[in-house]
């Protein structure tokens, strides 16, 4: 029989379902919750009368070891208990065993056919729970031919609480009156819970009914209501205070809607222009601070007596045209009404470009690593400086001004005919809650800026085939790696 898919049912249908399936659940619950009171109950009630019993035959074994004319050593328990234990296990009804302290049996209340037999010692591992324990006692729970018995072992003391032997207490759960009484309530149970369900088959229907009628009338004139027509009000005569505010909510909703259509087309205009205004303003915007920090830097460093100065001047130019060249895409990309500056595909050395993006950069604790000083890949050279500037920039804005230990690590390697670039700081970190929407348009967690940085890169580097991940420990750092396709030499 092929599984009902409930979606595809009528409400009426369902609240009809929901009603049985409400009754025959509560009946399940309250039969389970009732078995596994009873185990309690029986769990609990031979507990405490195995420990009543327990108690009763230590209290009566210390009378016998303070009336013995035996003096009260390990090796006299033999003696001592030889024509006492019959009588103790007669007297209290219960089956006693005593052994000595390495767990070899000395006395039993068992049938002398069963003593002449090599009776086992307590295991090992009983000993050592019960000299371990705070009370020096251990129960032993097992099933055997499918009727649990508990096994008491206590310790047995002098008048100087030194140990002389094992006490042990064999002891079978009788369960029978509770199984009975158990049966008995499960019987009514199911009795009164069989009239229920009769009487909750009949109210259903009728209750179902009656809800769905008016809300059929409800869906059919809202499937009729559409964005681009005039839709009607609902002119029904309510049958309950819940229907009558659903209809009152409809009918307002529908002279909202033409008006809501006007303004939605028109907001979807406004948003579209906004959007992209900002977006074009944060890109025209990253490439101001590598091209201010370019110009602070030549004006600290400048010296006329330099014998670099002709090779740095042409690195500073090179470095100031890239970024007025990526501005001026920008640019063209939004006159023409387009996304962001096309990519060019250029086969160039990651390397040397990561190294000269890091010129601008003047803060000591940034380093720079490399195991090769070449790894040919395919990728815009604009692009790939804007995603290194931009991913240091966030590095060095996640360390506080106040931390006293400052680093940011820049290292490329090759793994599995891949470019990994990695940028690691030991910054605030990313709050665990922020992980998700690292990514995202418009998340950000600064004062300033419109958040669209990593998602940019994000799209920059799947464009090229690659990835962009990061790994985040709140309070410890934040490493982000790059990785892209190696061109094969």
Partial sequence: MAWININSLSLQIRIFLSMIVMIVVASLLLAAISIVQFQNEARSYHQERLERKENAIKEHINFVLNTTPYKLTPGNLGLIFKDKIHELANIHNLEINIYSLNGQLVQSSKARFWIDKKAPPIPVYVLKLVKSSVEKRYVEIRTIDGKKNRSSFSEIKDNKFKPLGILNLPYVEDDGFYETELQKFLVRLSQVYSFMIMVAFALAYFLSKYVTKSLKTISNKINETSLNQKNEKIVIEASSREIKSLITAYNAMVDKLEESALMLAQSE??????????????????????????????????????????????????????????????????????????????????VHVVELALEIFNEP??????????????????????????????????????????????????QEGQVVLSVADNGVGIPAEHQDFIFEPKFTTKTSGMGLGLGIIKNIIESYHGTLSFQSLPEKGTIFIVRLPVLAK
């Fill in 269 to 350: 205009r406004e948003q579209a222009w906004r959007e992209m205004a900002k977006q074009v303003a944060h890109e025209i915007k990253n490439p101001l601070t590598p091209m201010r920090l370019i110009v602070q830097n030549f004006q600290r460093k400048f010296d006329p007596q330099d014998p670099a100065l002709n090779q740095k001047l042409d690195d500073y130019t090179k470095t100031l045209i890239q970024q007025i060249d990526t501005m001026s895409a920008v640019a063209s990309a939004f006159s023409n009404f387009a996304t962001m500056p096309a990519q060019q595909n250029e086969t160039l050395n990651v």
């Fill in 365 to 414: 604790f940034l380093a720079f690593h490399h195991d090769t000083d070449e790894l040919i890949a395919i990728i815009d050279r604009t692009q790939l400086i804007r995603v290194v500037t931009n991913l240091v920039k966030n590095a060095l804005q996640s360390i506080p001004d106040e931390q006293l230990d400052k680093r940011v690590w820049v290292s490329i390697t090759e």
